[in-house]
């Protein structure tokens, strides 16, 4: 598997942007397929996988404590990757030093939640992975992925029928890895200029 750098998946990104999905000004908010960022339509393609489990909406079963975490971005990220949301990243103490040191191995009980918000200011999906022990999805690197989005505007509202909590076993939520599986650890990672440099004391 070829590892890609951020900024060299940005560029890919940029590169698919270029030849047909344009990025819909002020939006990606519910906009026909040709409008929207590869991960709206990810997301939107989602919707045709049949329902699950894992796919009914409620309150977060894992990171519901995201707010005790340490942010470990400076500023807010605009993420091509995530729809071209602007993202916060927030890692719960146990894993928050791994995360920062690209070369740690990321502990079992690590929790991820990156929290967005929409072109028009309004708050978009909650995006979150947390490390399970050895066995949990193998194929995924003992990854949990899950995308929550309790109050989607209209017009996403529309295409997805409603709030939404996909997350892993669902069918739902695995094109996040088809993704991620491209990055060391399974981490796209803060980009180097707005990264926490060190842990808050
Ligand atoms: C098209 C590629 C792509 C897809 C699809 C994608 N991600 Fe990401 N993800 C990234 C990249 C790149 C980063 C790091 C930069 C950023 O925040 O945008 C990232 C960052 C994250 C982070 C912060 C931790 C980190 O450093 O990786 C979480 C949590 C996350 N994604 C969850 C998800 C979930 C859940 C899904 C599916 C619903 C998903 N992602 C789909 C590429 C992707």
Not at 16 to 39: I, N, R, T
Not at 161 to 169: E, V
Not at 185 to 190: A, E, P, Q, S
Request: some cysteine; charged content about 20%.
């Amino acid at each position: 598997m070829t590892k890609l750098t951020w900024a060299g998946f940005i560029t890919l990104v940029g590169a698919l942007a270029a030849c047909g999905g344009k990025q819909q000004a002020g939006g990606g908010g519910g906009g026909s397929g040709e409008d929207m960022s590869p991960m709206d339509q990810m997301m939107s393609d989602s919707m045709a996988v049949s329902d699950d489990d894992g796919s009914t909406f409620g309150p977060l079963e894992i990171g519901a404590d995201w707010q005790t975490y340490v942010k470990v971005n400076t500023s807010p990220v605009t993420s091509e990757t995530h729809g071209g949301r602007l993202v916060d990243t927030y890692v719960n103490q146990l894993g928050a030093r791994a995360y920062l040191d690209e070369e740690a191995e990321i502990p079992i009980g690590t929790v991820l939640v990156k929290t967005s918000t929409e072109p028009d200011g309004s708050p978009g999906p909650l995006f979150v992975m947390a490390k399970k022990s050895p066995g949990f999805a193998p194929d995924q690197g003992d990854w949990y992925y899950a995308i929550q989005w309790a109050n989607p505007p209209a017009a996403w509202a529309k295409k997805l029928g409603g709030p939404i909590y996909w997350r892993t076993p669902s069918k739902r939520a695995a094109y996040c890895v088809e993704c991620h599986e491209n990055y060391d650890r399974f981490l796209g990672g803060v980009p180097a200029p707005q990264r926490l440099p060190s842990l808050p004391e």
